[in-house]
């Protein structure tokens, strides 16, 4: 059996030493996109954590590619489909939280009124929302982070001197990712206003027992 020996040593936030038998090299980067400098060149890998959805790009230092611009951006087309998929659940299933929280405080508030027994079961409840609020806002993160990256790595593109057609595709495709990092956004900053509305609503029924 062979030895492996592999070292990751943190530098700062987003950065990392790889030490290996192969050699030594750096990341930098975090869940959305990582990059790798290394003696064979960059390595490129941008994903969505926990879909299985990723895509890596190889470029030694003699600037050899192995994907073309356009095939780069009809793998990107393919992601953000896949990723706005993905984002576009994420609203149901806040909604679905916040109907159980205002269920569970209906029965708090009904039959003969606030109790302490009544109390303990409502913080469960409100345990329980806080952990779906955090799942969504964790899932919206993820998604946000791709959608950053994919941006960066877009701009990042290069093309031939008869390109035009590709610079438009891409030039839309980056307008398109923008206005979904927006939509996140906007999703983050609902996300932590029903999260402090629950908070706020159960410190209220806490002063009725």
């Given at each position: ?16 030493l790889n ?9 930098l980067?975090?869940r959305g996109?990582?990059v ?8 490129t ?9 990723s ?5 030694s230092?003699?600037s050899?590619?192995?994907m ?6 009809q ?11 993905k984002?576009?659940?994420i609203?149901?299933?806040?909604n679905?939280?916040?109907?159980s929280?205002?269920?569970?405080v ?70 398109l ?8 956004g ?15 609503e ?7 027992v």
């Amino acid at each position: 059996m062979g030895f492996r020996f592999q070292k990751r040593i943190k530098i700062a936030p987003g950065v990392r030493l790889n030490v290996s038998k192969s050699g030594v090299s750096t990341s930098l980067g975090g869940r959305g996109a990582t990059v790798n400098l290394s003696k064979k060149g960059v390595r490129t890998t941008v994903g969505i954590p926990g879909s299985g959805l990723s895509w890596s790009k190889q470029t030694s230092w003699a600037s050899t590619s192995r994907m073309t611009a356009a095939e780069e951006l009809q793998k990107i087309t393919v992601m953000l489909e896949k990723s706005e998929a993905k984002f576009n659940k994420i609203s149901p299933q806040v909604n679905k939280v916040s109907a159980s929280w205002n269920k569970a405080v209906e029965s708090f508030q009904g039959g003969r009124g606030p109790s302490a027994a009544k109390l303990q079961t409502l913080m469960k409840r409100f345990d329980t929302a806080c952990a779906g609020y955090d799942k969504a806002e964790d899932a919206a993160l993820e998604v946000q982070e791709f959608w950053e990256a994919a941006i960066l790595r877009l701009n990042g593109l290069s093309f031939g001197v008869f390109s035009g057609k590709v610079k438009s595709v891409r030039h839309d495709l980056v307008a398109l990712t923008q206005g979904h990092v927006v939509k996140s956004g906007q999703m983050l900053t609902a996300i932590d206003r029903l999260r402090s509305e629950v908070q706020d609503e159960l410190d209220a029924e806490e002063e009725k027992v």
